[in-house]
């Protein structure tokens, strides 16, 4: 539902309109806000950070999954080989299968979400 270019969402409460780009995070303000919650330096919670999504990389990069209890599971899937179109020329060629990251969210996450 959109309302005076704002988009708005229903939510227990009632409802809550978003202005565009409104409840984004990037990693500078997730440092930033876990800092000021637990008290710790922003520049040892970027350590932290940084070693987390590093381990999350070397693991998925090795085909591994990594699973964070009711949050949910970081994966590689598999997008199987197929024929496609060269747009140019019209040529079909074969376009290999392809290994994408993906994340499943978990019970926990989904329920904080609706």
Known sequence: MYTNGSFCKAR???FRCLLKGEEQMNKKELV???AEKTGIM???????TDAILEEIRETLA???KVQLMG?????VRSRAARNGK????GETIRMPEV?????KAGKLLKDAVR
């Open 99 to 103: 290994k994408l990251p993906a994340f």
């Open 12 to 14: 227990r409460q009632g």
């Open 32 to 34: 930033g806000k876990v």
């Open 42 to 48: 922003k520049r040892d919670v970027e350590t932290v």
């Open 71 to 75: 949050f949910g599971a970081f994966e």
């Open 86 to 89: 060269n747009p140019r020329t």
């Open 62 to 64: 090795a085909d591994g």
